[in-house]
């Protein structure tokens, strides 16, 4: 049978639509999976199973995704023993803690703080930014202005501990470990309706006034309750180059599996990659409890939580 040259584009324009929709969407994961899943949680590096028992505890009596992810992350601002996150975190380099959080919901609303001083919980004022104010990002002497004005108590959040490493910093100006461990968290609740959110007190003896990824929509976090949800940790300045967890979220719709998707992401940074390679991590999860992680360097793990338990996983590497 011969075709004019309009049916035949036709025809092949229908075939380009079907293997879309049935390869490329389906290119990795086998089949583009619209279920919910059980609730499940997933948080950056090894903070224990406390902030996951409760996020899933909360979730358990019905809280939402976002209720489990705020409060879950407020215990990891509050403990002084974490240099990287909330009160305790190592200081900029004039000896400032500044922080850095946002949080994002099913529903695509979102919210974020940064460069925040003197108060304790910035993922708590983050969702506050979110659900009182037309915004998504408020900054400095505003952003801390608008917590005290919802209640928030200023307080002073440089401790010993974190002052004598910036005085060691300070006579040598060398950093003997990585300070770069953000927290950032993912869950999914009873609804299966996910929900995400990120705190730091970012890159230690930082330049005063440095911003990282994490407040950032799209480069530190990302949720679409269609698709999944991701987050970064590491140097957010390659998270922030590479729209790192929206590229993430955008492979998993595409199909391509949690881990998958991660690795992807990481292995756009080298583009963006100087003189050494930076460390730069990602999680996921997608719609259907499929979690996964990846990063630059080898060393990066990620807890998951789910109702067999609280457990530590290894990332995949580049090197």
């Not at 619209?34 to 809280?63: E, H, Q, R």
């Not at 104010?133 to 002073?156: D, M, Q, R, S, Y």
């Not at 230690?204 to 309750?225: M, T």
Request: with cysteine.
């Amino acid at each position: 049978m011969k075709y004019t040259r309009r049916e035949f584009v036709k025809i092949g324009g229908l075939a380009t639509t079907s293997l879309l929709v049935n390869g490329a969407l389906n290119l990795k994961s086998g089949k583009n999976k619209t279920g919910t899943s059980k609730p499940k949680v997933i948080y950056t590096w090894d903070y224990g199973p406390v902030p996951g028992k409760t996020a899933l505890a909360l979730i358990d009596k019905g809280k939402t995704s976002l209720d489990a992810v705020e409060s879950a992350i407020k215990i990891i601002e509050a403990d002084p023993n974490v240099l990287s996150v909330g009160y305790g975190g190592l200081p900029d380099a004039e000896g400032k803690v500044t922080l850095d959080a946002s949080v994002m919901d099913w529903k695509g609303n979102a919210g974020a703080v940064a460069f925040l001083q003197n108060i304790k919980h910035p993922v708590s004022v983050a969702r506050l930014v979110m659900e009182k104010t037309p915004h998504v990002l408020l900054a400095g002497e505003g952003a801390f202005e608008f917590a005290i004005e919802n209640g928030f108590k200023a307080e002073n959040l440089l401790t010993n501990k974190a002052k004598a490493r910036w005085e060691e910093w300070m006579r040598t100006k060398k950093l003997k470990e990585a300070t770069h461990d953000t927290i950032g968290m993912l869950a999914i609740d009873k609804n299966g309706n996910l929900s995400g959110a990120v705190s730091t007190s970012g890159w230690a003896f930082k330049v005063h006034g440095r911003v990282g990824d994490s407040p950032i929509i799209g480069a530190g976090l990302y949720v679409d309750n269609e698709v999944g949800g991701a987050a970064s940790t590491g140097y957010g300045e390659i998270a922030i180059k590479t729209a790192g967890s929206f590229t993430v979220v955008e492979k998993m719709r595409e199909g391509y599996s949690p881990s998958e998707a991660c690795k992807i992401a990481v292995e756009r940074s080298l583009k963006y990659q100087k003189e050494k390679h930076w460390q730069i991590c990602y999680i996921a999860i997608n719609k259907d409890g499929e979690f996964g992680g990846y990063s630059l360097e080898d060393g990066f793990a990620y807890t998951i939580g789910d109702k067999k338990g609280i457990r530590l996983k290894k990332a995949g590497s580049l090197f």
